[in-house]
């Protein structure tokens, strides 16, 4: 069986990496374009200049003429570049010696006191194989010139032995030329290459637009501003917003069906206990006694693992969004009214700020922990709302009362765990709160106030406005 080709994965931004490729790929086409014209340029330059070598070889072979004795005459040369020293206009008749060599008849009066033209090995052997043929080539002339030659042999008549005929110029110009077209060329391509690498970068922002719109969407569903992706997308990414929005139906139903589990189980359990306690109080005595301490204990365990399978369920449903502000002022007001003697000063914070998550159970963190505050207090609690990096926000309630020692405070956190034993409650409050911070994803932190009391910090995902 086939297994299917999985490509490896790559981190990164998806436009970097489509810009990247395309401006690569781009590139590599201008850098080919840029030498393919350069080439053709000198290509064709050198044809032209070797075109009109050939032709000067032609005149020069047309207008020799061959004297009574077997002396050569060289035909009037009407290119004065020809008769200044070292113009890089050059042209010479020669002929080959005894002694396998080639040597000069006749040489142009440009070339002053050289010898003759540059000779390329195996240039005779080369003509005498082509004797209607030229042969062009390149070479070091006068002056260090780079030159661009031209050779033939022809038989002239009343003349046995063949004359070599030899036209060359200086090719600094058309290198120069070549180079400036280089130049040229670089920089045209080198404007176009800008152009063409933002024309990606336009097309790949705006051929990924719908996508990062999704992404928005997708965003505004999971802090509460959307129920689900409404936007009209292209064709290719309908599909996905289809899936998105299936798996978000599909979530809160679980969610729900999660929810009307644990009501389920609550009154399941609730309902036993409840008659244990009703029969313990109609039949007093010491087996009783026991029966209402422990079915009370039962109750109080059996609510705070309800409360907390159902904060669980909550963290785990899409777009929860309660504001921090009126919480802590409803808070505040009801306080305020229990205990009249405290002073209470109680910040709620940015009104834009707002927790990932349901209200009653923001409720139920802040109370438990003001209210215990309140409790300890000697005479002042105060609480402030902060907004953290990375999405977070905190809440610190501070009282001056007796506060906790260091290594009791992890204690605490312990369900059932009571510093007190005379102070009324099941001492499940800091238990029930951190359970409650650690199902959102949060966590809750005890240590010592600027009051001199305990203080209770309690660090929540937040939703941006």
Request: hydrophobic share 45%; glycine share 10%; proline share 5%.
């Amino acid at each position: 069986m086939t297994r299917p080709l999985r490509l490896p994965r790559v981190r990164g931004s998806l436009v970097g990496r489509l810009v990247l490729a395309a401006s690569a790929w781009c590139l590599v086409l201008l850098v080919a374009a840029g030498v393919g014209l350069t080439a053709s340029f000198n290509h064709a330059a050198e044809v032209r200049l070797d075109q009109s070598l050939a032709e000067d070889a032609d005149d020069l072979y047309a207008g020799a003429a061959v004297g009574p004795g077997g002396e050569v005459f060289a035909p009037a040369i009407t290119d004065v570049r020809a008769t200044r020293a070292y113009s890089g206009k050059y042209w010479e008749l020669g002929e080959v010696g005894p002694d396998g060599q080639l040597h000069a008849l006749i040489l142009s009066r440009s070339m002053w006191d050289v010898d003759g033209l540059p000779i390329r090995p195996g240039l005779l052997k080369a003509l005498g194989k082509r004797p209607a043929g030229r042969v062009t080539y390149d070479g070091i002339g006068p002056h260090e010139q780079h030159l661009r030659i031209t050779a033939m042999q022809r038989i002239l008549s009343g003349r046995a032995a063949p004359v070599v005929f030899m036209t060359a110029q200086d090719r600094g110009e058309i290198d120069a030329d070549a180079q400036r077209f280089a130049l040229t060329t670089a920089g045209a391509l080198l404007v176009l290459g800008l152009g063409l690498v933002a024309a990606v970068v336009l097309q790949v922002r705006f051929g990924l637009a719908p996508l990062f719109a999704m992404r928005r969407d997708l965003a505004d569903v999971r802090e509460g501003r959307g129920e689900a992706l409404t936007g009209n997308y292209p064709d290719e990414l309908q599909p996905l917003a289809d899936e998105l929005n299936a798996l978000i139906t599909h979530n809160r139903e679980v969610v729900e069906r999660q929810r009307t589990h644990v009501g389920n189980l609550a009154h399941a359990l609730k309902t036993p206990i409840s008659a244990l306690l009703m029969e313990a109080e109609q039949q007093p005595g010491a087996l009783a006694d026991l029966v209402t301490r422990q079915a009370s204990a039962m109750r109080g365990h059996v609510e705070h693992h309800l409360r907390r399978a159902r904060a669980a369920a909550r963290s785990q449903t899409l777009g929860e969004r309660t504001p921090v502000a009126p919480v802590m002022e409803e808070l505040a007001r009801l306080l305020e009214k229990v205990y009249r003697t405290k002073d209470l000063d109680i910040d709620p914070g940015d009104p834009a700020l707002s927790f990932a998550g349901e209200r009653q159970d923001l409720l139920e963190m802040v109370g438990n922990v003001l209210e215990n505050a309140c409790k300890w207090s000697r005479s002042a609690v105060v609480a402030r709302v902060e907004a953290l990096d990375g999405r977070r926000l905190r809440v610190v309630v501070g009282d001056d009362g007796p506060g906790l020692p260091a290594d009791q405070r992890e204690e605490a956190l312990r369900r059932g765990a009571r510093m007190d034993e005379g102070a009324p409650g099941s001492g499940l409050g800091l238990a029930i709160v951190n359970d409650l911070a650690r199902a959102y994803g949060g966590k809750l932190r005890l240590g010592e106030s600027e009051l001199g009391g305990l203080e209770v910090e309690i660090e929540l995902p937040r939703l941006d406005a």
